[in-house]
């Protein structure tokens, strides 16, 4: 029964595992912490809207049980499909996953709900008009941003060919920190103890990703000397990644939760030094050189 689980959720994973990476300012350490809480695009006025915002946002929050959206908008602008959604402070990472679930069986895969109409489901798929069968504003690019409590969170932008997933780019807000993101396994739990240093907070989280990657995060008001660092890749890479295999693979039969660890080290207002462990199979176990927004984890995992 846990390996058809853990099946089930590589199958989904793999529906975001063509992403690299978003080329976006906010996306390059030592960047400040006070990045732009907006993305461009949405600093512009939004034209071309499509369905009825109020009525899909209804559904969001009575059928799929979405109760934390602010608001959102579905809309086209030259050469491009656009979903913009905005969460509150409350929202969980059940709520991301379900709307995740929703966006990526209607816009990715683009099959229709078996048991009641999606929002914008007509709008996408159904009938001459539909967006699917446009040649004057054809469906070839779509970006989906999110927001949380009006911060951005993580973007996707996807390109498609007849109507197929070519390619995917992902942004995610390194610098925000979400609860619902805290990774409170008993490993993670007992590496932030044992590594408890004066003047330094440790966190673990996980990504919106999707794709094998957790965020471990060291902050301190000064930058972190050589060794401390040295120090914490090696408990890293001899403790904490061994500790979340072996978690994963008593759940799952498997380790596709922790394929990628990233170490970043941040003083009061820049991420200025960052490390990516690769926790795969044992003979690929090591410190790789990677855009971890960008490099593909689970997939590559899987064809290894």
């Known amino acids: 029964m846990k390996t058809k689980h853990g099946i089930a959720i590589i199958i989904f994973l793999l529906s975001v595992s063509l992403c690299s990476c978003f080329k976006d300012t906010d996306n390059l350490k030592n960047t400040t912490s006070e990045i732009d809480s907006h993305f461009r695009e949405d600093k512009l006025q939004?034209?071309?809207?499509?369905?009825?915002?109020?009525?899909a946002q209804s559904i969001f929050k009575e059928e799929l049980?979405?109760?934390?959206?602010?608001?959102?908008?579905?809309?086209?602008?030259?050469?491009?499909?656009?979903?913009?959604i905005n969460f509150n402070s409350s929202v969980t990472g059940v709520e991301i996953d379900s709307f995740m679930s929703y966006f990526s069986r209607l816009f990715i895969s683009m099959h229709p709900s078996s048991i009641a109409e999606?929002?914008?489901?007509?709008?996408?798929?159904?009938?001459?008009?539909?967006?699917?069968?446009?040649?004057?504003?054809?469906?070839?690019?779509?970006?989906?941003?999110?927001?949380?409590?009006?911060?951005?969170a993580f973007r996707y932008d996807y390109t498609f060919k007849n109507l197929k997933l070519a390619s995917c780019e992902y942004w995610?807000?390194?610098?925000?920190?979400?609860?619902?993101?805290?990774?409170?396994?008993?490993?993670?739990?007992?590496?932030?103890?044992?590594?408890k240093s004066l003047g330094k907070t440790i966190n673990i989280r996980k990504t919106f990703k999707h794709d094998g990657v957790i965020?471990?995060?060291?902050?301190?008001?000064?930058?972190?000397?050589?060794?401390?660092?040295?120090?914490?890749?090696?408990?890293?890479?001899?403790n904490l990644a061994p500790a979340l295999e072996k978690e994963a693979i008593a759940k799952y039969?498997?380790?596709?939760?922790?394929?990628?660890?990233?170490?970043?080290?941040?003083?009061?207002?820049?991420?200025?030094?960052?490390?990516?462990?690769?926790?795969?199979?044992d003979e690929d176990k090591d410190w790789i050189d990677v855009n971890w927004m960008e490099y593909k984890f689970l997939s590559n995992h899987i064809q290894n």
């Open 215 to 238: 965020i471990v995060k060291i902050k301190g008001n000064q930058r972190s000397s050589d060794r401390y660092m040295k120090k914490m890749k090696e408990a890293i890479e001899y």
């Open 172 to 195: 995610e807000n390194i610098y925000k920190d979400h609860d619902f993101e805290a990774l409170k396994t008993e490993s993670a739990e007992a590496f932030i103890k044992n590594n």
């Open 46 to 55: 939004y034209t071309n809207i499509i369905g009825d915002t109020e009525l």
């Open 65 to 84: 049980d979405l109760k934390n959206i602010n608001s959102h908008i579905f809309y086209y602008s030259p050469g491009q499909y656009n979903f913009v």
């Open 253 to 281: 039969n498997t380790n596709f939760q922790y394929l990628g660890i990233v170490l970043q080290f941040q003083d009061k207002n820049n991420i200025y030094e960052e490390y990516v462990y690769y926790n795969g199979k």
């Open 118 to 152: 999606f929002p914008y489901e007509s709008q996408l798929i159904m009938g001459k008009n539909s967006i699917l069968e446009s040649k004057d504003e054809p469906y070839e690019k779509l970006s989906l941003r999110v927001y949380i409590d009006d911060v951005k």
